[in-house]
């Protein structure tokens, strides 16, 4: 992937960097707010990266553009807010937020977007988890975490590399042999406690099932199980429903569309209130001029694939629901029909008998260590192992990297995250994200570009920053960074010593005005490559 050109803003004011080449580019400048940060966020953001702008910039109210190239061929996104336009092969392709974007990406096989255990479900990795393989902002870093922490975190980073390298992980407790002495331990006290059950006999054939449970589940736990099962199969159509929904609607949609079309063959529609005679279609955050022919076919088109896109996911859903009854099926297999009923309808019953406290805590323990014991399967202590051969591959080449940028310092990576309470000093972080994208390039070997913002932060030193250039050289390519340079350096014209660094000085853009009227007409000419129109 090499990014080759970027613009934002809006037909009034906008700015376009089309000066970036394959190589090495340092955008720099001789004092900050030059919006150097700008551009580099711009790109990210036009990609379906979460917004992390600087504060105070208004970005809900432009246009950001990124045109790029990926195995040869070119593609060009447009994005207002979450709604995203995307030409690719003559073709556009209309999504109402990033999400659909992920799955488009992902099943034209435009970028291989892997996959993750996310909340016990199978799921495309995010976009914005994804892109900081390679992409380092100026903001919100934070070496023990992710950068953009939320409903993502470190270990959703870790099973991504992970299923890149060809394997699942999830989240398992690494000490099993603790696990099978406690469940032992656990085992023998609740069989000494429930021969104290055996005198409650409240109903019999509910009393009977109960004494059952020493190797088998609860009925306090299977009718969890049963309630979480069915309460899946309720949320999963939800889904297939509001998708149903959304396919009709852009069902009806293609045909007005369609009428629109013969309409205008056979007449003039104008606007009752203004005579115009522009007809526009938004979706959400984006405006079409669909009286124009072009615009319309290709707007279509669009619409035709998301709906062929829905069919898929609501199949998908409907698998999915279907995997769910058969988990409930089986679940329900050797209980007999009226203990069922009980179970799915007469919660009261049970609330109503009264366990032996200890009996409670002790099969709540001897639950949650079954559900941990069982997770680590075969399987996952294979993964797990593979991860820790990754993870140490990775951390060696991190070391590896830091010996050379830094021969002195006193840095010793063992992770691929900090421990929260380990905080970095001067340039030490500038150090640990530029030898962990190194490494990660290195050890992957992936198509994508390095981009990073503000890499000298922290006072890095010229003979550190030399090594660093350097090293992104001979990485063989495209490697996007920002610098702000002291009086001094700009004057003695710091990267022209650079062979084959292409360098771009954003010094004589006005303080916090990026966004210049005579870039306003490059930025319409974007505008109706897409046919959108800003209303």
Sequence with gaps: MVIKKMGFGNSKKAFIENNINDGVNIIFSDDNNKGKTLVI?????????????????????????????????????????????INYESNMYL??????????????????????VKDT???????SLFYEMFFIGQDKRNPSNIINYGYNKKQDFINMLC?????????????????????????????????LLKLLKINPRLSSYIDKFSDDLSITELRDRMKKIHGDIGAYKKKRTAEINRKTRLEVLIDELNSLNRNIERGKIICADCGSDRIVYTNRDLSFDVSNSYVRQKVLRSINFQISQKEEI??????????????????????PEDIQEILLYSEEILSSIE?????????????????????????????????????????????????????KGTLDF????????????????????YCRLLALNDYFQHEFPIIIDCFRSGELSTQKEEIMIQTFQKTGKQVILTSTLKKEEYNSHKYDKYDGVNVIDYSVNEDSKILQESYAQLMQEILSVFGVSEV
């Design 41 to 85: 966020q711009g790109i990210m953001y036009a990609l379906g990266n979460e917004p992390i702008f600087p504060c105070g910039f208004p970005f809900e109210q432009y246009y950001f553009y990124t045109e790029l190239e990926i195995n040869g061929k070119k593609l060009e996104f447009l994005r207002h807010n979450n709604s995203v336009a």
């Design 95 to 116: 999504f109402d937020n990033i999400t659909e974007m992920k799955y488009f990406l992902k099943s034209e096989n435009i970028i291989d977007l892997p996959l993750i």
């Design 121 to 127: 479900h199978e799921t495309v990795a995010d976009l």
């Design 163 to 195: 299923s890149m390298n060809g394997y699942p992980l999830i989240d398992i407790q690494e000490d099993t042999k603790e696990i099978e002495e406690k469940i032992i331990k656990v085992k023998a006290e609740l069989s000494t406690t429930k021969k």
């Design 314 to 335: 609501i199949n998908e859903y409907s698998r999915t629901i279907h995997k769910e009854q058969d988990k409930l099926k089986t679940l329900l297999k050797d209980i």
């Design 355 to 407: 366990y032996d406290n200890k009996l409670n805590a002790l099969n709540e323990e001897l639950r949650s260590l079954m559900q941990a014991n069982n997770s680590i399967s075969e399987n996952s202590k294979e993964a797990r192992k593979k991860y820790i051969e990754m993870k140490n591959s990775i951390v060696e080449r991190m070391n590896l990297f830091y010996s050379k940028v830094d021969p």
């Design 414 to 433: 063992d992770d691929l995250f900090t421990k929260k309470n380990v905080t970095y000093s001067g340039s030490e972080e500038q150090e640990y994200y």
